[in-house]
């Protein structure tokens, strides 16, 4: 039984003449005639009674035939719903981010996404790198954005954008005399880091060796010992206003919010500035590239944007 004999069958019936059947379905009469009678054979039961003028369906292939046309509308369905799927901008994309890249990348991203894609619903998350990599794994997510390196079995990465690293100052630090600002500068004062386990804390530290001496300083020991106790970087930018030490921010976070130098204080690193690369990762299974390729352009298009905003208070800094 094939469909394309349950469509024959359902045209004869409601042709109720072979050549007409036929004509409607672009065969001859004889190749329609022949695949009926196969199916009927298949079957064991005639679907129509045949006599010299007319044909007339059975009690049986009525009900047959009212069957074969619930198939075949559902064909249908799922041939427009295979249709549908060939607009890859259509589905929903499920993007992640990790936290110290969600809050400050996204409300760039999401309004040029829309524009891009705007019959393309968005559902986002900010969570941790660990998590956001299982949940990419286990299809939670289509796409995540993280900091590179990022190694995982079939996941493809695709560096955005490199952003630098900026110290943050609370206004009057005497560091505010300085244009720009090294590691070892840093090391003597009181720093104020993500605590462990956040792969930021873990890229400034990688990135500034001279900070890893003091977060295993002696606590006896005579100079200012490390604080750890900032549980995102927004309660770090807060502790910093306050007064109770430094630290060290993406650019875009040190800048997301405005303030009069006399609270707080960006300042750039002096050669070789420490960054990260921030990336995109997606499965190699995901079976939708236009989206991916959509979504990589306006992160691309939105850190235009951001960097515009972003450049004026570290230009000033250094003036």
């Not at 298949?42 to 046309?69: C, D, H, M, W, Y």
């Not at 994309?93 to 990790?98: D, E, H, S």
Request: hydrophobic content about 45%.
């Amino acid at each position: 039984m094939t469909l394309t004999e349950l469509r024959y069958v359902v045209t004869l019936a409601r042709e109720r003449h072979f050549g007409r059947a036929a004509e409607r379905c672009h065969v001859s009469q004889p190749t329609l005639s022949v695949a009926v009678k196969k199916l009927e054979d298949e079957l064991g039961i005639p679907l129509f009674e045949r006599s010299k003028n007319s044909i007339r369906v059975t009690e049986t292939g009525k009900r047959i035939i009212e069957q074969a046309q619930r198939v075949l509308d559902q064909v249908g369905v799922i041939r427009d719903m295979a249709q549908d799927g060939k607009n890859q901008l259509n589905a929903p994309l499920k993007v992640g981010a990790i936290y110290t890249i969600g809050p400050y990348l996204f409300p760039h991203l999401l309004p040029e996404l829309r524009r891009a894609a705007p019959d393309m619903p968005l559902y986002i998350e900010e969570n941790y790198t660990a998590t956001l990599r299982q949940k990419l794994r286990q299809s939670e997510l289509d796409a995540i954005i993280i900091a590179l390196p990022f190694e995982e079995p079939e996941v493809v990465t695709l560096p955005l954008y490199d952003e630098p690293f900026v110290v943050l100052l609370p206004g009057g630090h005497p560091l505010t005399e300085r244009d720009t600002l090294t590691a070892e500068e840093l090391a003597q004062e009181q720093l104020l880091l993500l605590g462990p386990g956040h792969c930021f804390r873990d890229q400034v530290l990688e990135s500034c060796p001279p900070l890893v001496d003091a977060v295993t300083r002696n606590p006896s020991a005579a100079a200012p010992s490390l604080v750890t106790e900032g549980s995102s970087l927004e309660t770090i930018r807060h502790m910093v206003a306050s007064g109770l030490g430094i630290t060290v921010l993406p650019l875009s976070a040190a800048t997301a919010m405005q303030y009069d130098e006399s609270i707080l204080a960006v300042r750039p690193f002096a050669a070789p500035v420490p960054f990260r690369t921030v990336a995109l990762a997606w499965r190699v299974t995901f079976p939708r590239p236009k989206a991916i390729d959509v979504l990589s352009l306006a992160a691309s298009q939105c850190r235009v944007i951001e960097k515009a905003k972003i450049e004026t208070p570290a230009a000033a800094a250094t003036a």
